[in-house]
């Protein structure tokens, strides 16, 4: 179930700007997905740009090697909003068994 969650949610980090792996993996963990390694990471970015859902440009890093850097091509702008829908979709329906669950637990 968390796979298709983490692409929507790698998709929607990537759009609020240029980022690189490990930064990628630093904010997914400030969002709470603190269990998610770069290892887990890397081969969904790398099944996304063979998908043209992101490019990547490889730019010069203050310390150390070259960087990896991820953007949004217009494909992964579309596949983002589709997956809100989804997400949107799928979280009320959610929500409505659990309520249902608790409120019949409550009598």
Not at 38 to 62: A, D, H, W
């Amino acid at each position: 179930m968390l796979k298709g969650i983490l692409d929507g949610c790698l998709l929607a980090v990537i759009q609020e700007g240029e980022v690189y792996g490990y930064e990628l993996a630093e904010k997914l963990e400030s969002y709470g997905f603190e269990f998610m390694s770069e290892g887990t990471i890397y081969p969904l970015l790398m099944r996304m740009q063979k998908e043209k859902l992101v490019t990547t440009t490889s730019k010069k890093s203050t310390a150390g090697p070259r960087r990896k850097y991820y953007s949004l091509t217009e494909k992964g702008e579309e596949e983002l909003e589709a997956f809100k829908k989804r997400w949107a979709q799928l979280s009320l329906s959610v929500n409505r068994i659990i309520k249902k669950g608790s409120d019949q637990g409550e009598k």
